[in-house]
């Protein structure tokens, strides 16, 4: 793995966990020392043997240069490339690390949990490395594969922010709860565990979410005048779509400026 910040660590903390990898068999290249799963070695520079069987970048876009630069070479031997770059589609990784097949993932932090989501761009793959990146990422959580670039880019911009977004949902609702009198420990355990048993109930049911909201809500009952409001002027709805534009605009920015 070539950088790794966050997201590298929580996948490499989850593949560990999961059995899909042991710590011994990886290396990481990075800046400084991070705190790694055990075994995991960890160096300023790729190590001279052996040839990787798959190679990992997780390294900010803007260093995409100066890294191929330095490392182009190396992981030319290698099968595999598999990047988290935003912004640099196969295309582009080809043409900075030519040799290897290259893959444009997207996942988000809850892979840690073996909960997240990795969203997958890699048209020209074949199936021999399609079956490896699954062996990967299929433990890590939900496995999107998107052949258009449009639509792959849509679903990170889903999933890759979501996870903060409702990081906010979770405090906006224990702050209301705080506004009734509650204290702030108790309204936050409470939309904690409230967010956490819903998401549950959604994904265990057979009905949209839009469906279970309206069977929990009584014609005329609290549930009720409290969707009433986030309803009115499809309010709730317009604002993730006017938050999600963002997003993706800002996705198409950073892409253009690489």
Not at 25 to 36: C, E, I, M, S, Y
Not at 80 to 95: F, I, N, Y
Not at 105 to 119: F, H, I, Q, S
Not at 167 to 184: Q, T
Request: net charge negative.
């Amino acid at each position: 793995m070539i950088g790794c910040g966050n997201m590298g660590s929580a996948m490499l903390r989850r593949w560990v966990d999961s059995g899909v990898l042991r710590g011994g068999d990886v290396d990481v290249v990075n800046r400084r020392d991070r705190a790694l799963p055990h075994g995991v070695r960890q160096a300023r520079d790729l190590p001279p043997t052996p040839v990787p069987d798959v190679v990992v970048l997780g390294i900010k876009p803007q260093q995409l240069g100066e890294v191929a630069e330095r490392y182009a070479w190396r992981v030319a031997e290698a099968p595999l490339l598999v990047s988290m770059l935003a912004g640099a589609d196969p295309a582009a990784l080809s043409a900075a690390f030519p040799g290897p097949v290259a893959v444009q993932t997207m996942p988000n932090l809850p892979v840690e949990l073996g909960r997240g989501v990795v969203a997958i761009h890699a048209p020209d793959a074949p199936a021999d490395a399609r079956a490896t990146v699954d062996r990967l990422m299929v433990p890590l959580g939900l496995v999107e594969w998107f052949d258009d670039a449009a639509r792959f880019a849509a679903a990170g911009a889903l999933s890759g922010t979501g996870p903060a977004f409702l990081f906010r949902m979770i405090d906006a609702l224990a702050a209301g709860g705080v506004a009734l009198g509650l204290s702030r420990a108790e309204a936050d355990a409470i939309a904690l565990a409230t967010v956490e048993g819903a998401a549950a109930m959604a994904a265990a049911s057979e009905h949209s979410p839009a469906a279970l909201a309206d069977a929990v809500a009584s014609p005329g009952g609290m549930t009720r005048a409290g969707l009433n409001v986030l309803d009115e002027d499809r309010a709730l709805a317009a604002l993730f779509e006017r938050t999600l534009q963002a997003v993706a605009r800002r996705g198409a920015e950073m892409a253009a400026t690489r």
